[in-house]
């Protein structure tokens, strides 16, 4: 069998990308990452994104010349297995690549939950587990010592906003804890860590919270929310309820007539509230994770934009930032191994642990936790049917349009 390219489905059922033989964490002057990505089932456009990514790093770094450990230089390539979507595949299939295959360095997979599922195998072989899309701040409560992610948790996505706030408030001769926040979440993990985030840097600033309502799963209508912020008149709305919640916010305030200096919301990227909602979206904020516009920097590609059309030149499609991160991911393994100057699992993950980069991503640095703790969250804002970066303030493309004002 090939060691590239899709394989015919076999009897179990997955797709094979690697070869069947014994991979060690090195195959002569190749050194071998692992990885189990949604090529197939519901998130197989992310898990493309992932795999290409990843392939774009890989490419990018043995053009360059690879890794240099230990006065050796190493060429990078990874072995794939398609998890379909399903977490439990995913265990299976790093189980697999592990114990079978032999492989000692594994990329992450697409989602939270897959990651969710990979962790504890990972963790039982002592094998470094780099990841870049799983956000869930759960991953990172339970102790693990192999698993680190670049990406920001979910708990950040919405503290920019936040920041924000207490920014323009400090130029306007305000202190920052007069501001009061209006928020709304929907009752699930992910938006629930969007709170906490909020919660916690709120406290820090000494902010008033004034509503923190729980929005329901089938989210049909904001106006009790809405009639409530009409009443407080709170300096910020923060709403996290996926794309129906980012649609509802934009055209309820629309409707409603509130007006609130800065509404900020998840999912309205997703959602496309620029492209699809014209006008009533100009102001919003939205919360990302990357983008092209971005000033960061690397040795390997320069800087994100030079990534992201380098990416589209490769893939033929504008880069997302799951493939971004992705790829960000393959680049902590490089300088890792670097580093530790071994191949050495133990060398290598105690490595990562004390990584301080810079990269197209953006910032990198792990706390005990395995979390990310310096890249911070993007926020856009809608501008002209445009988004533009706003924060953070170092990296923003514009300034922040203050107050937001609502359509007429």
Not at 117 to 128: G, S
Not at 181 to 208: C, Q, T, W
Not at 326 to 332: D, K, N, R
Not at 357 to 366: H, L, N, R, V
């Amino acid at each position: 069998m090939p060691r590239t390219g899709l394989l015919a489905p076999a009897a179990a059922g997955f797709l094979l990308l690697a070869a069947t033989a014994d991979f060690a964490q090195a195959e002569g002057d190749t050194i071998v990452l692992g990885a189990a990505v949604s090529l197939t089932g519901k998130y197989s456009v992310n898990g493309k994104n992932t795999k290409d990514g990843y392939d774009l790093a890989v490419k990018r770094i043995n053009e360059m010349g690879g890794v240099k450990v230990g006065g050796k230089a190493y060429k990078l390539k990874v072995a794939y297995y398609d998890d379909e979507s399903t977490p439990a595949r995913g265990a299976q299939l790093a189980e697999r690549l592990i114990g079978q295959d032999g492989v000692k360095f594994v990329l992450g997979a697409y989602s939270s939950g897959l990651t969710k599922a990979i962790a504890p195998v990972t963790e039982k072989y002592k094998v470094p587990h780099v990841e870049g899309n799983g956000a869930a701040r759960e991953l990172f409560t339970q102790g693990y010592r192999y698993l680190f992610a670049v990406l920001s948790t979910s708990d950040y996505y919405l503290r920019d906003a936040v920041n924000l706030a207490a920014e323009v408030a400090k130029e306007k001769g305000r202190d920052p804890k007069t501001l009061k926040i209006a928020m709304a979440f929907e009752n699930d993990p992910f938006s629930l860590d969007v709170r906490d985030g909020i919660l916690e840097d709120a406290k820090r600033y000494g902010m008033h919270v004034a509503i923190d309502d729980k929005l329901p799963p089938e989210i049909n209508d904001m106006a009790a929310t809405l009639t409530k912020v009409r009443a407080v008149k709170p300096d910020m709305l923060l709403v996290s309820g996926h794309e129906k919640g980012a649609t509802l916010v934009v055209r309820q305030t629309a409707e409603m007539k509130i007006d609130v200096p800065i509404v900020a919301t998840t999912h309205c990227d997703s959602a496309k509230i620029a492209e699809s909602m014209g006008k009533l979206a100009e102001g919003v904020l939205c919360a990302s994770q990357w983008d092209r516009k971005l000033s960061y920097q690397d040795k390997w590609f320069g800087s994100a934009d030079d990534y992201a059309n380098l990416f589209e030149k490769e893939f033929k499609y504008p880069a997302p930032y799951q493939a971004a991160e992705s790829t960000a991911t393959v680049l902590v393994f490089a300088d890792a191994f670097a580093r530790a100057g071994s191949l050495d699992p133990e060398k290598v993950r105690d490595a990562i642990a004390s990584t301080d980069m810079m990269t197209f991503f953006g910032p990198i640095k792990f706390d005990s936790t395995g979390k990310n703790v310096v890249k911070p969250m993007v926020l856009y804002q809608v501008l002209g049917g445009d988004y533009k970066v706003v924060a953070p303030t170092k990296w923003a493309e514009t300034k922040l349009v203050w107050p937001r004002k609502l359509p007429q």
